[in-house]
């Protein structure tokens, strides 16, 4: 079992840039694929993002592609996303997800096991 707590939210002017940390428990977090996922106000949860177990791939969601990029660090147990050019639409809050031995990247919240509390990243404009 892993625990996820996320940080790094916070309000933003359009156009400026953030950088959220998803930090992990336990030692098989190596094992894991991780995702961001977002969800604003009246809306479902979305995908943002998703890294390989090695951090060798990563995919991402048309919408935030080219502004935003996911990383991780497994000695640090953690993930990051860093977010640049941030829009008014891009208010959500923030939450990582990780994925047990997963063989490809998951882009839907039933594909991910455990999940943090979020972090609410405002946008103004």
């Known amino acids: 079992q892993v625990q996820l707590v996320e940080s790094g939210g916070g309000l933003v002017q359009a156009g400026g840039s953030l950088r959220l940390s998803c930090a992990a428990s336990g030692r098989t977090f190596r094992r894991y694929a991780m995702g961001w996922f977002r969800q604003a106000p009246g809306k479902e949860r979305e995908f943002v993002a998703a890294i390989s177990w090695s951090g060798s791939s990563t995919y991402y969601a048309d919408s935030v592609k080219g502004r935003f990029t996911i990383s991780r660090d497994n000695a640090k147990n953690t993930v990051y996303l860093q977010m640049n050019s941030l829009k008014p639409e891009d208010t959500a809050v923030y939450y990582c997800?990780?994925?047990?031995?997963?063989?490809?990247?998951?882009?839907?919240?039933?594909?991910?096991?455990?999940w943090g509390q979020g972090t609410q990243v405002t946008v103004s404009s």
């Open positions: 997800a990780a994925d047990w031995a997963a063989q490809a990247l998951g882009v839907t919240l039933r594909e991910y096991d455990y």
